[in-house]
């Protein structure tokens, strides 16, 4: 059975927690690389969808730009709690950028 | 001169010939799933804007009312609270083809029906706020769920554009016109051979008519 997992900072995944999601803190980078690392490759449920908070994705745009192009597992940016941080719609422009091949949004 | 070394020959022009027919058909074909790919893109794109907007709207409302919990209840209240969670989510994931690619499709499925089940706690001990975060985090949910799937779609669709618009141009810019070119210079090149065939026996004739009766022009 597919899961989903949520990537973040302690407070922000706390809530989730209580909807059924599995979630994974982390406080810093390398807390972060590892959480990613793991949910990708180590564990042993397949996790589907993961959300991963803005200010956590900064440190991982590289492992993530490579699960861009498969159909599964989606990654998705998710807000804060300081609020949104605009990342998720970077990727939305750079994604048209890269359909369009300019930015017509 | 074509930019590839062709033999000028009758058959290789009739095989260039061919291929530059395949070519034409396969770029107008290209052209038309990339033109397909492009719609339905741009309607996923404005899908998501949509969605992001909204799931980034809710996930500040239902952080704010988790921050407010968090100040009125001790951080270890907070997190003993949360900590059990009775509710699980089950996840199937099923794909659809959209223009020959895959996109996921989910559906979720939560363990138990009942919604007030995503209170993992007894309410004697925690604040009413805490389940004014709770519930406007799984309202907003499903939408992030929603999120999940336009997304990943969208980000699939745009790669698969760009490898169609690579190709179109490919065929259009480097493909068509080699072949073209090189059509124009065989049969350029089998005129040439074949005017000088003519030339030739021309001069052998005569040559041959002095020989047999000792006639000049």
Same mark, same amino acid.
């Given at each position: ?7 973040g ?10 909807l059924g ?12 690389? +590892?959480?990613? @690392? %793991?949910?990708?490759?180590? /564990? ?8 991963? #908070?803005?200010? !956590? ?5 590289? +492992?993530?730009s @490579? %699960?861009?192009?498969?159909? /599964?597992p989606?990654?998705?940016?998710i807000?804060?709690? #300081?609020?949104? !941080? ?10 048209v950028?890269?359909a ?6 | ?5 062709v033999?000028?020959t009758?058959m290789?022009l009739?095989q260039?010939k061919?291929?530059l027919k ?5 770029h107008k074909?290209l ?6 790919l ?9 899908l998501n804007?949509e969605?992001?907007r ?8 239902a ?7 968090s100040?009125?209840m001790?951080p270890?209240m907070l ?5 059990h969670?009775r509710?699980?989510?089950e996840?199937?994931m099923s ?5 020959s690619v ?5 559906s979720?499925?939560t363990?138990n ?6 209170y ?7 604040s009413g706020e ?8 799984a ?5 992030m ?5 336009v ?10 554009i ?17 072949f ?7 049969s350029m ?5 074949e ?9 052998v ?13």
């Amino acid at each position: 059975m597919l899961k989903i997992a949520v990537l973040g900072g302690r407070d922000t995944v706390m809530g989730f927690k209580a909807l059924g999601l599995d979630v994974f803190p982390a406080g810093s980078a390398e807390e972060a690389k +590892e959480a990613f @690392r %793991y949910l990708t490759k180590e /564990s042993e449920v397949e996790y589907a969808i993961i959300y991963v #908070e803005e200010n !956590l994705a900064r440190y991982l745009e590289h +492992e993530i730009s @490579r %699960y861009k192009d498969v159909p /599964s597992p989606a990654i998705i940016f998710i807000p804060g709690r #300081e609020g949104p !941080l605009g990342l998720g719609q970077s990727a939305l422009k750079a994604a048209v950028e890269k359909a369009v091949g300019t930015d017509i949004l | 001169m074509p930019k590839t070394a062709v033999t000028p020959t009758r058959m290789v022009l009739n095989q260039l010939k061919g291929r530059l027919k395949t070519a034409r058909r396969g770029h107008k074909l290209l052209k038309d799933k990339r033109d397909e790919l492009m719609r339905q893109f741009m309607d996923v794109v404005r899908l998501n804007k949509e969605l992001r907007r909204k799931v980034e709207e809710g996930m500040t409302g239902a952080f704010a009312s988790l921050t407010v919990a968090s100040t009125i209840m001790s951080p270890e209240m907070l997190e003993q609270a949360l900590l059990h969670p009775r509710q699980s989510v089950e996840l199937g994931m099923s794909f659809k083809n959209i223009m020959s690619v895959n996109v996921p499709v989910y559906s979720f499925r939560t363990k138990n029906n009942d919604p007030s089940e995503i209170y993992p706690y007894g309410f004697a001990q925690t604040s009413g706020e805490l389940d004014d975060a709770l519930e406007k985090l799984a309202k907003v949910f499903e939408d992030m769920l929603e999120l999940a799937q336009v997304e990943k779609t969208m980000q699939l669709l745009a790669e698969e554009i760009e490898k169609t618009r690579r190709r179109v141009n490919a065929l259009e810019y480097v493909m068509i016109p080699n072949f073209e070119e090189s059509i124009r210079y065989i049969s350029m090149k089998l005129e040439e051979n074949e005017s000088s065939t003519k030339v030739r026996l021309m001069k052998v004739k005569d040559m041959v008519l002095e020989k047999a009766h000792n006639f000049e022009y």
